[in-house]
């Protein structure tokens, strides 16, 4: 593994010298960076140029340019653009907006379309796996920038429109109702009574919840509530322990279950230091979380189940702690809307400039302006990892051993988690570590329409003005990134398929 690494660093710091020098070449030939300057009075202009002419060493040759260049880059030094600021804080500015922007839709791209391609792969050739397919190519064949922009007329100008008067007309919670009844009869195994059970159940319940919204505008002040937090924990460790240790009460089910009755008993304990806490003190809660539902899983689940406890624990943990955190945001939403005007879903920008409110109205002003964005990377993004991730478990289902281990007698939930899921990833695998080396380099037409300055818009900028300091700048970061999340893909590689030896 270490001559493998070592190999793959060498290899790489070579095809990244070459490749910012071609870069580099190109980046100081798309165009004249003095255009501007020339059109100035005649008794300004000389000076202008000679200014700039120095700070960007425009009377050397290229080659020249290129070395000093990365001889300051190997310190850790960018230089400056041609108007003298910082690269490196331009840069720094860039990659936390870029980190902010797509990350996450890439991680909830990435973890809902292996959900749903795997799902779709189960239940192959019926109404949900049509649904999806057709649903995955719609998404894929759409523009990001007319996905934008219809998410900015009817996700926020609309939306924040709709939330002066939140009544959900009648016909819209039908139609909501019964596709949501379609939905799960899809999903259900079994004949047609079975199916028709599961459609009024599920059409019942969301046509009384979103009456029940509608009926009490909880959106103009929303929150879930202990209840529904309590609900919420005990549902996801029973849905945790049933997918990591099947569906009969053992240790794995007792651990989640304890780790989920933790949770909803500190979310009154802790109700005063949640009332306006800082970012150390929720990375601090998410840790003692971590350590919590591990110490349970191992106490709880004993020599033969302590590794399935610990998992079922430590997901449910998480888990309920995704949804105290969740409640406290929406419990500050009516004063952060206010604040905004009753429009607490912006349509430009990371953040609304020189806001001042508790760290939970801080979070919403985040997610405000974040929301749009992120879902039109996901939409974009969630076809292709369904497809991919339906289409290799369909593939990995008809193997040997996938047959074998049916044969020898394991259960089928054992069969698709433990052999078909694990070898599946492989192809999904390549195409996650793509995905995440490029889009460090940020989404140039998305930042374009929300009106984001991020890495895309440090690139256009430095085309535009034919200023290599920040293309190249840009270059490194995204270069760097693709090189290393390709190494770690083949790492992954030999962890997801033990047939695989990077010797």
Same mark, same amino acid.
């Given at each position: 593994?270490?001559?493998?690494?070592?190999?793959?660093?060498?290899?790489?710091?070579?095809?990244?010298?070459?490749?910012?020098? #071609?870069?580099?070449?190109?980046?100081?030939?798309?165009?004249?960076?003095?255009?501007?300057?020339?059109?100035?009075?005649?008794?300004?202009?000389?000076?202008?140029?000679?200014?700039?002419?120095?700070?960007?060493?425009?009377?050397?040759?290229?080659?020249?340019?290129?070395?000093?260049?990365?001889?300051?880059?190997?310190?850790?030094?960018?230089?400056?653009?041609?108007?003298?600021?910082? #690269?490196?804080?331009?840069?720094?500015?860039?990659?936390?907006?870029?980190?902010?922007?797509?990350?996450?839709?890439?991680?909830?791209?990435?973890?809902?379309?292996?959900?749903?391609?795997?799902?779709?792969?189960?239940?192959?050739?019926?109404?949900?796996?049509?649904?999806?397919?057709?649903?995955?190519?719609?998404?894929?064949?759409?523009?990001?920038?007319?996905?934008?922009?219809?998410?900015?007329?009817?996700?926020?100008?609309?939306?924040?429109?709709?939330?002066?008067?939140?009544?959900?007309?009648?016909?819209?919670?039908?139609?909501?109702?019964?596709?949501?009844?379609?939905?799960?009869?899809?999903?259900?195994?079994?004949?047609?009574?079975?199916?028709?059970?599961?459609?009024?159940?599920?059409?019942?319940?969301?046509?009384?919840?979103?009456?029940?919204?509608?009926?009490?505008?909880? &959106?103009?002040?929303?929150?879930?509530?202990?209840?529904?937090?309590?609900?919420?924990?005990?549902?996801?460790?029973?849905? &945790?322990?049933?997918?990591?240790?099947?569906?009969?009460?053992?240790?794995?089910?007792?651990?989640?279950?304890?780790?989920?009755?933790?949770?909803?008993?500190?979310?009154?304990?802790?109700?005063?230091?949640?009332?306006?806490?800082?970012?150390?003190?929720?990375?601090?809660?998410?840790?003692?979380?971590?350590?919590?539902?591990?110490?349970?899983?191992?106490?709880?689940?004993?020599?033969?189940?302590?590794?399935?406890?610990?998992?079922?624990?430590?997901?449910?943990?998480?888990?309920?702690?995704?949804?105290?955190?969740?409640?406290?945001?929406?419990?500050?939403?009516?004063?952060?809307?206010?604040?905004?005007?009753?429009?607490?879903?912006?349509?430009?920008?990371?953040?609304?400039?020189?806001?001042?409110?508790?760290?939970?109205?801080?979070?919403?002003?985040?997610?405000?302006?974040?929301?749009?964005?992120?879902?039109?990377?996901?939409?974009?993004?969630?076809?292709?990892?369904?497809?991919?991730?339906?289409?290799?478990?369909?593939?990995?289902?008809?193997?040997?051993?996938?047959?074998?281990?049916?044969?020898?007698?394991?259960?089928?939930?054992?069969?698709?988690?433990?052999?078909?899921?694990?070898?599946?990833?492989?192809?999904?695998?390549?195409?996650?570590?793509?995905?995440?080396?490029?889009?460090?380099?940020?989404?140039?037409?998305?930042?374009?329409?929300?009106?984001?300055?991020?890495?895309?818009?440090?690139?256009?900028?430095?085309?535009?003005?034919?200023?290599?300091?920040?293309?190249?700048?840009?270059?490194?970061?995204?270069?760097?990134?693709?090189?290393? &999340?390709?190494?770690?893909?083949?790492?992954?590689?030999?962890?997801?398929?033990?047939?695989?030896?990077?010797?």
């Amino acid at each position: 593994m270490l001559v493998f690494i070592a190999r793959r660093l060498v290899v790489s710091v070579f095809v990244l010298f070459a490749a910012t020098f #071609v870069m580099f070449v190109l980046a100081t030939n798309t165009g004249d960076p003095l255009a501007d300057l020339r059109e100035l009075p005649e008794n300004a202009r000389e000076a202008a140029m000679a200014e700039r002419t120095e700070r960007m060493r425009l009377d050397l040759p290229v080659h020249a340019r290129y070395l000093l260049w990365l001889g300051a880059v190997a310190t850790g030094d960018f230089g400056v653009n041609r108007q003298g600021q910082d #690269v490196n804080v331009l840069l720094s500015d860039a990659v936390s907006a870029t980190m902010q922007l797509v990350v996450a839709a890439t991680l909830l791209a990435i973890i809902i379309g292996i959900a749903i391609g795997i799902v779709s792969a189960l239940r192959q050739y019926s109404g949900f796996d049509h649904s999806v397919t057709f649903g995955a190519f719609v998404a894929f064949s759409l523009p990001i920038f007319w996905v934008g922009v219809l998410l900015k007329q009817y996700g926020a100008i609309e939306f924040n429109n709709w939330l002066e008067q939140p009544v959900i007309p009648a016909p819209l919670i039908v139609a909501v109702a019964l596709a949501a009844g379609l939905a799960w009869s899809s999903l259900v195994v079994g004949d047609r009574r079975t199916r028709v059970i599961a459609f009024a159940g599920a059409a019942a319940a969301t046509a009384g919840v979103l009456t029940f919204v509608s009926v009490t505008r909880w &959106f103009t002040d929303p929150g879930l509530g202990p209840v529904v937090v309590a609900i919420s924990a005990f549902g996801a460790a029973v849905g &945790f322990s049933v997918l990591i240790s099947g569906p009969r009460p053992n240790r794995p089910m007792y651990a989640a279950l304890a780790s989920a009755g933790t949770g909803t008993v500190l979310y009154f304990a802790l109700s005063p230091v949640l009332a306006d806490p800082g970012l150390v003190v929720i990375v601090g809660l998410a840790a003692a979380t971590v350590v919590v539902c591990v110490v349970l899983g191992h106490v709880i689940g004993g020599v033969l189940y302590r590794r399935e406890a610990v998992a079922a624990a430590l997901w449910t943990g998480l888990f309920t702690g995704g949804v105290i955190f969740v409640d406290r945001m929406l419990r500050s939403f009516a004063s952060y809307s206010a604040s905004m005007q009753g429009r607490p879903i912006s349509t430009v920008g990371a953040s609304t400039p020189n806001y001042q409110g508790t760290f939970w109205e801080l979070s919403l002003d985040s997610a405000g302006h974040l929301a749009l964005p992120t879902l039109a990377l996901i939409l974009v993004s969630l076809a292709t990892y369904t497809r991919y991730s339906r289409a290799s478990m369909l593939e990995v289902m008809n193997q040997d051993y996938v047959r074998t281990a049916r044969a020898k007698g394991l259960p089928e939930r054992t069969v698709m988690t433990r052999h078909a899921f694990r070898n599946g990833l492989i192809p999904v695998t390549t195409l996650a570590a793509y995905d995440f080396g490029t889009v460090i380099g940020g989404a140039v037409v998305t930042e374009t329409v929300f009106g984001w300055r991020a890495m895309g818009h440090l690139l256009l900028t430095g085309l535009n003005e034919a200023d290599p300091a920040p293309v190249m700048a840009f270059f490194v970061v995204a270069g760097g990134a693709i090189v290393l &999340f390709n190494m770690v893909a083949d790492i992954t590689y030999a962890y997801l398929d033990p047939r695989i030896r990077l010797s």
